[in-house]
């Protein structure tokens, strides 16, 4: 299959303006180069938890990563994101 044929997305989140300029700066340059992803919007740090639930998912922390990492919610909402654009 050529890569021009094929589905590609730019993750995004929706009211975050850095995400949101980057990923429109991502589109304008794929389209220039005749590739048209389509954006997606993905889960902001705020939404992780309730996207856990949702789907009944839970952080594996039997070797205390989650608990040593600051950005837990952010890194969470980047895997559902992925997770939601799998599913889709």
Avoid: Q
Avoid at 30 to 39: H, R, T
Avoid at 69 to 79: D, G, L, V
Wanted: hydrophobic share 35%; proline share 1%.
């Amino acid at each position: 299959m050529s890569l021009r044929k094929m589905k590609a997305y730019i993750i995004t989140v929706k009211g975050n303006e850095l995400s949101e300029e980057s990923a429109n700066k991502t589109l304008e340059s794929a389209n220039s180069a005749g590739l048209y992803p389509e954006l997606f919007y993905g889960v902001n740090k705020y939404e992780s938890e309730r996207y856990l639930k949702k789907f009944n998912l839970k952080r594996n922390n039997t070797d205390g990563v989650f608990t040593k990492i600051s950005y837990k919610e952010s890194t969470t909402a980047c895997f559902l994101s992925h997770f939601l654009l799998w599913k889709k």
